[in-house]
C-alpha cells in the first residue's frame, strides 16, 4: 500500500466519522428517538437530558462524557462498566506516555538514516512506502542508532508496568467498596452447593442440605433451596408467556380497529397452523385466551411435578450475614473435594440454571475438552475457511452450479462476487465466532452468566490475536519467503524484518478504519434506531412490543474487550518498530473512552454484575501483549544484526515476574470476597424473605397459589416436619 | 560384578543381619536395656513388655508387630507414623502383586531365549553375569516375546494406579478421624495471622488484632497472643536452663561422695574459663546458683522487655470453637492477599517462632532463593566431590603435605587410605546433607516443624533419585561409552541397553544391603544402646540426665521416607527388565514393615503431629517413580528394537492423569480441615485458658509471676482497658 492510497483510505474513514457525528447530533436531539439515544436514563426514570430543555447544545454529550465521573459511571452502569473505563484509561496512559517520549526521540533518529534506500537499490523486488522512512527499518543494521531503540522499548515496558499496577490498585478498590455497600445484595447471602452425595433412606434433599449447613452454622443459617431440573416447566412457560404477548398484541389491533373504523370493530384471525401459514383460521383473541387457560393449568401441574421429583444434586444456601456467606464460599467443606461443592452464589439473574446440577469430574472433563475444541478453532482456523472460499471462486460456481452462468455473465455483479465471494464465508464465520464461543463457554458447566461471558471473552482475545495479527504478518511473510526462499535460505530473516515494518502500514489503516467507522456507528445508532423505528411503524401496537423494540442491551464485554487489546497488541507491537502508530491506538483509544462514556452512561443497560472480576483477566492480557511485544523486539533486533541484543533479555522476565506478583497481591480478593469486606454494617436488616425469593426463577414463580402454599412446595417441606 | 561375588556379598549381608537379630533377641529381654529398647511405652507409664513377665519369648515382638492393630500404631506413635506404615504396606502390595505375576511371566520367557549369547559372540568387551540370563537383556532385538513383556509393563502401573488411590482414600479418611477427635487439640482452635498491617496512632498491636477479629467473629473470638522477637529471651533461658542442668548435676555428685566417703563429703568444683579448662577454679554448688539468680533476674527483666517492645507483625488468634478457626484458616481476610494472612496453626510443639514474622513477599523470594540452591546442589553436587576427592588422593596428599610421607608409607595405612579416601569427602558430604536440607527449609520461612520436615524429605528425594539412581546408571553408560563411542556413534544406543540390566546386579546388590544390615542395625539398636550405657557410667549423675541419654527421638521421616522412595524407584524401573529385583523389595519393605513397627509401638516418641499431611507427598513422589519406570521402558522398548513400542505412550499419560485426579480429590482436605470433619461434638468444653497457655514458648512461662500479671504483660492489655 502506497502512501497516498493510505491517506485516501485514511481520509475516506475521517469523513465518515464526521457524517455519523453530525447525524447524531441532529437526530439525537429529537424527541421520538430520545428511547433509542438515552434508553438507560428512560429505564432508570431520569429526564433524557439533564436540565430537560429541548433546545440543547448538540455537542453537550462531549463535555457530559468529559466530566461525568467515575461513581456517575458506577451509579449508572455499574462496577463492571467502571472497571472497562479503568482499562481503558490505563491504556490510553501507557500509550500517551510513551508517544511522549518514543515520536520526538524515535522519528527523527529514523528519518535522517537511509537504510531504506540502501535496501531499494539491492533488493529491488520488496516495495517500501514514505511511511517506512519513519520506522526502525531505515536504520541500517548494526548502527549505534539502535540504541535509541533499545532504551524506548525499555520505556514503554516501564510505563505499562507503572500504569497497570495502579489501575490494578484502583480496580481493587472499586470492587471492595462495590462489596463493602451497605445495601443489600441477595447474592452476597447466598452460596450455591453442588455435587451433593446420595440422600439417605427416608431423608428428603432439602432435610439433607438445611441440617448439613444447620449443624455447621447453627446462628447464621436461614433456609435452603433445591435446584431442580427446569428443561420443561421452562418450555411451557416460555409458551404461554408467548401466547400473553400475542394476546395482548390482537387486543391491542382489535381496539385500534375499534377506534378507527365500525364501532364494533373487526376481531383479528390467524391461522393455526405452521408459522401462522396455513391450518385452520381462528379469532385471535379467543384462540389465544384458550390456548393460556389450557397451558396455566399445564405449567401448574409442570411446577409442582419439577419442584417435587426433579431436584437435583445442588442447591443455593442462604445466610443471614454476609460473613458466613463470604466465608462458607471459602472453605472446604467436605473431607472429599468433589462432594459439597460450595463456591460464592452468582446474582439470580445471571444464574445458569441448567450448569448447576454437573458433577464436579464432569465440569473439569468439559473444561479441558472445550479447551482442546478452541485450540484445534483457532489454530486450524484458516482451513476450513480456505477451503469453503477455494469452492467459491466464480470459476468453482460456474462448473458446479450451471444455472447461474447466466447471472455471473454480467459485468456489474461478477465484479462485486469476484471482490467478494471469497470474504463471504470468512465474514459468516466471524459473525458466528462470538456466539459459538459462547456457547462453547457455557457448556464447560460454568454457573454464572458473567463467568461464560469473560472464559468466551478470554477465546476470543486469544483467537483475534493469533490470527488477525500473527496471521496478517507471519502469512505475508511466509508468502513472499516460498518465492525467494529457493534462491537463498539465509533471507528468511531479511524477509521476516522487512515484512514487520510492511505491515505496519496495513494495520495503521486497520486501525484508523476501526475506530472512525467502528466508534461513528457505535455513537450514532444507526443500525438500532431504523430497527426501531421500522418495528414501531409496522409491527408493535403494544407498550411492552415497543420496550422490546428500543431495549438497548448491554456493552457487550465479550466481543468489545477482545477487539481492544487486539488493537493494544498491535499498537504495543509497532509502538518502536514504527512509532507513527501510536497516535493512531492514542486516537482509538480516546474516541472510545468518549464515545463509550456516553453510552454507558445513556444507552445501554447492563445485563449482570460481577464486581469487576474482569479486570484480572484484562490486566494478564495486557501484560500477555507486552509480552508478544517484547518477544517481537528481541527477534526484531536479532534480525537487525545488533550486538547488544542480549539486554532486552531481562525484560520478559520482568513482565512473567510483574504478573505473578500482581497475581499473588490481588488476584485472590477476586475470585473471593474477603471477609474485613464483607463485614460492613448494612444500611437495614436484610429481608431475607426477599432475597430468597428473588433466586425462585421466573417460570417456577406461581401467580395463582399462594405464598405460604408455594414455599411449602418449593421447599419440600419435609415429610417429618422437622425443618421449615 | 559376577555372580559368584554377588552371592557372597548377599551372604554376608544375611549373616550380618542374623547376628544383630538374635543379638537383639537376647539383649532385648535384660531388664537395664528395657529404656533403650521400650522407651516409648515407658515414656507413656506402660511396662515395657506385655504382661510384665521377664521369661519372655524373645522373638514375641514379630507376633507383637503383626498382631497390632492400625488403631495400637496411632495411640502408640500418632497418625503421621500410621501412613508411613500405609505407605509401607501399599509399595509392598504393589511389589508383591507385580511379583506374582511378574516372576512366573517374565522368567521363563526370558530364560529360554538366547539373546546373551549372540551378544557376547558379537561384542566380547562387554560381560555378563548368570543373573542376567534371567533378564530383559537375554531376548533377542524385534523378538515378538517382548509382548510379553509391554503386558506386564501395564499390569505393574495398573496395580500401582488402584493401591495408591485406596491408600489415598484410606489416609483420608485416618486424617479425618483423628481430626474429628472429640479430644480437644490446641491448634485446632488456634489460628496463625501474618502480615499483619501498621498500628495506627495510639493502638497497640494486641488492641490491632483483637478489634478486628472481634468484628469479624463476635461470637467465637476468645482472645489473641501477639508474637514476639524472642531471640535473646530465648538464649538467656537456655543459659538458664543449662545451669540448672549443671547445679543439678553438681549436687547429686557432692550427695554421692557424701554417701560414700565422709560425711561432709568433697563438694565438686569447676573452672570458670573456656569450656571449664581454664580460669579460676570455684565450688560448683555455689557458683551455679549465683548464675541461676543472676539469669533469672536477667530473664524475667528480658521478658518483660520482649513483651512489651518486641512485638512483632503477626499473631495467634485463638477461638472458642473449631469450626471457626478451620474456616478462618481458608478464608481470605484483607482485600489485599499480603496483609492479615491467616493459616492453620501448627502444634505449639512444633510452631518454628522465628520463622512467624517474615514478610509475605520475603516468604515466597526466599522460597524460590531456596529452590535454586537445592537445584545447583543437586545438579552440581558430584563437581565439588570429585573435586576432593581428586585432591586427596595419595599422590595429591603426598605433594601438598610433605609431613605425612612416613605415615603414608606404611603398607597397611596405605591400603586403607587408597580404598576409603577418595569416598570420604562423599561420606562425610551425605552424612551432613539432610541436616542441610533441614535448614535450608527452614530458611525458607515455613512456620511449623513438620512442614519444614516434609519440605527437607522433598529435597533429599530428588536428590537421592537424580545422584545415585540416575547417577550410577547413565554414569555407568557414560564411562564405558566413551570408550567406544570413537570406534561407532551408534553404539550408544546399545551401550545403553546393555547397561541397564548391567547396572540391576548392582542395584540388587545394593537393596540387599541396605536391608540386612540397615535394619539389622534398626531393630538391635546397637549404637543408641553401647552411647546410652557409656553416658549412664560416666556421665549421667540425675535423672534428667538418664532421661536425656536413652530418649529415642522420632522414627526421623526426613531422610528414612527418601531412602525407601529410592528402593522403589529402583526396583521399579528394573521390574520388568530384571524381575528378579522384585523379591528383594518385597523383602526390604516387608522387613521395614515388620521392624519399624516394632520401632514405633516400642520405641521412637514422635516429635509432632501433622495429620497425615505428608501423605500427598508420598503419594506424588509414588506416582513420580512409577513415571520414571514408564519412561524407562519406553526408552529400553525402543532400544530393543520393538515395532510396538508406542502402545506404551498412553502409560506416562495415564499416570498424569491419575495424579491429577488425586490431587483433585483428596489434596485440599490435607492442605485444609474440612468443616464437616471439625464440626465433630467435643468430649468436653474446651479449656480456654490452658489451649491459650500451651502456645507460650517455655522462654516467656514466668514461673514466679503471678498467672494474671502475666497475662497483662504478654496481652499488653491495653491502656484504654477496652478489651481484655
Redesign the interface.
Known amino acids: 500500500m502506497d502512501f497516498s492510497s493510505f491517506l485516501t483510505s485514511l481520509g475516506t474513514s475521517f469523513i465518515i466519522f464526521i457524517v455519523l457525528m453530525l447525524l447524531f447530533a441532529w437526530i439525537s436531539t429529537r424527541q421520538g428517538n430520545a428511547v433509542v439515544y438515552y434508553p438507560n436514563r428512560i429505564l432508570k426514570g431520569l429526564e433524557p437530558w439533564e436540565g430537560g430543555s429541548r433546545t440543547r447544545n448538540p455537542f453537550a454529550w462531549i463535555r457530559e462524557a468529559l466530566s461525568s465521573s467515575e461513581q456517575n459511571v458506577i451509579s449508572m452502569s455499574g462496577i463492571d462498566t467502571a472497571v472497562y473505563f479503568v482499562f481503558l484509561s490505563t491504556v490510553l496512559g501507557i500509550l500517551v506516555l510513551s508517544g511522549i517520549v518514543l515520536l520526538p526521540a524515535l522519528l527523527p533518529v529514523a528519518a535522517t538514516d537511509d537504510g531504506v534506500k540502501k535496501h531499494s537499490k539491492t533488493a529491488s523486488n520488496v516495495t517500501f512506502s514514505d511511511l517506512d522512512k519513519l520506522s526502525m527499518a531505515n536504520i541500517e543494521e548494526k548502527s549505534p542508532r539502535l540504541w535509541a531503540f533499545v532504551i524506548t522499548t525499555y520505556w514503554v515496558s516501564v510505563v505499562t508496568y507503572f500504569l497497570s499496577w495502579k489501575a490494578y490498585k484502583h480496580v481493587?478498590?472499586l470492587?471492595?467498596n462495590a462489596l463493602m455497600s451497605p445495601e443489600v445484595k441477595p447474592e452476597q447471602f447466598a452460596v450455591l452447593v453442588r455435587d451433593l452425595p446420595d440422600v439417605t433412606q427416608g431423608q428428603t434433599r432439602k432435610e439433607q442440605v438445611d441440617s448439613?449447613f444447620k449443624?455447621?452454622y447453627a446462628?447464621t443459617f436461614y433456609r435452603s433451596m433445591v435446584v431442580t431440573n427446569n428443561k420443561e416447566v421452562d418450555k411451557i412457560w416460555g409458551e404461554l408467556e408467548g401466547y400473553k404477548k400475542k394476546l395482548a398484541h390482537a387486543e391491542a389491533i382489535y381496539a385500534e380497529s375499534q377506534k378507527k373504523g365500525s364501532s364494533a370493530g373487526t376481531r383479528p384471525t390467524n391461522k393455526t397452523g405452521f408459522l401462522g401459514l396455513c391450518g385452520k383460521k381462528v379469532d385471535s383473541i379467543e384462540y389465544y385466551t384458550e390456548k393460556i387457560n389450557e397451558l396455566t393449568q399445564k405449567l401448574e401441574a409442570e411446577q409442582k411435578v419439577t419442584l417435587r421429583e426433579k431436584q437435583q444434586r445442588s442447591a443455593l444456601v442462604f445466610f443471614t450475614s454476609r460473613?458466613t456467606a463470604?466465608?462458607?464460599a471459602?472453605?472446604?467443606?467436605?473431607?472429599?473435594?468433589?462432594r459439597?461443592t460450595v463456591t460464592e452464589a452468582p446474582e439470580p439473574r445471571q444464574l445458569v440454571w441448567s450448569n448447576l446440577s454437573i458433577k464436579?469430574?464432569e465440569r473439569?472433563i468439559r473444561q479441558y475438552i472445550i479447551y482442546i475444541v478452541v485450540f484445534l478453532t483457532i489454530v486450524f482456523f484458516m482451513i476450513p475457511i480456505g477451503f469453503i472460499s477455494a469452492l467459491t471462486t466464480l470459476a468453482n460456481l460456474k462448473k458446479y452450479l450451471p444455472f447461474l452462468k447466466p447471472i455471473v455473465k454480467l459485468d456489474a455483479i461478477r465484479t462485486v462476487l469476484e471482490a467478494y465471494l471469497p470474504q463471504l464465508a470468512l465474514i459468516i464465520f466471524l459473525a458466528l465466532l462470538p456466539k459459538f464461543l459462547l456457547f462453547l463457554s457455557k457448556t464447560e458447566g460454568i454457573p454464572s452468566g458473567s463467568h461464560v461471558v469473560r472464559a468466551a471473552s478470554g477465546k476470543y482475545f486469544y483467537f483475534t490475536v493469533f490470527n488477525v495479527f500473527i496471521g496478517v504478518t507471519v502469512g505475508a511473510t511466509l508468502f513472499s519467503t516460498f518465492k525467494s526462499i529457493e534462491k537463498d535460505p539465509n533471507s528468511i530473516f531479511d524477509l521476516l524484518a522487512k515484512s514487520l515494518p510492511g505491515s505496519a502500514t496495513f494495520f495503521l489503516t486497520f486501525v484508523a478504519l476501526k475506530f472512525f467507522v467502528g466508534y461513528g456507528l457505535e455513537l450514532s445508532r444507526i443500525v438500532p434506531l431504523i430497527i426501531y423505528h421500522l418495528k414501531r411503524k409496522y409491527l408493535c401496537k403494544t407498550e411492552a412490543e415497543l420496550k422490546e423494540a428500543w431495549f438497548p442491551g448491554d456493552l457487550g464485554y465479550a466481543t468489545r474487550f477482545p477487539g481492544d487489546m487486539l488493537i493494544l497488541t498491535i499498537v504495543l507491537c509497532y509502538s518502536v518498530i514504527a512509532p507513527v502508530i501510536i497516535p493512531f491506538g492514542v486516537l482509538y483509544f480516546a474516541l472510545g473512552w468518549l464515545i463509550l462514556r456516553n453510552q454507558a452512561l445513556k444507552v445501554y443497560v447492563p445485563a449482570y454484575e460481577s464486581y469487576g472480576k474482569m479486570w484480572p483477566h484484562m490486566h494478564t492480557r495486557v501484560i500477555g501483549a507486552l509480552l508478544l511485544y517484547q518477544a517481537t523486539m528481541l527477534g526484531y533486533f536479532g534480525v537487525m544484526k545488533f550486538y547488544y541484543t542480549p539486554i532486552l533479555i531481562p525484560l520478559p522476565i520482568l513482565s512473567l515476574i510483574f504478573a505473578y506478583?500482581c497475581r499473588?497481591?490481588?488476584?485472590?480478593?477476586f475470585s473471593?470476597?474477603?471477609?474485613?469486606?464483607a463485614?460492613q454494617e448494612l444500611k437495614e436488616t436484610p429481608q431475607m424473605e426477599q432475597i430468597f425469593k428473588s433466586y425462585i426463577p421466573p417460570s417456577l414463580c406461581s401467580e395463582k397459589q399462594e405464598d405460604e402454599q408455594f414455599e411449602d412446595a418449593l421447599s419440600q417441606a419435609s415429610r417429618t416436619g422437622s425443618f421449615v
Request: proline fraction near 0%; charge should be neutral; include cysteine.
Open positions: 481493587s478498590a470492587r471492595a448439613y449443624s455447621l446462628e460473613v463470604a466465608s462458607a471459602q472453605s472446604l467443606h467436605a473431607q472429599m473435594v468433589d459439597w464436579f469430574f473439569i506478583v499473588q497481591k490481588f488476584y485472590k480478593a473471593h470476597t474477603a471477609l474485613e469486606v463485614c
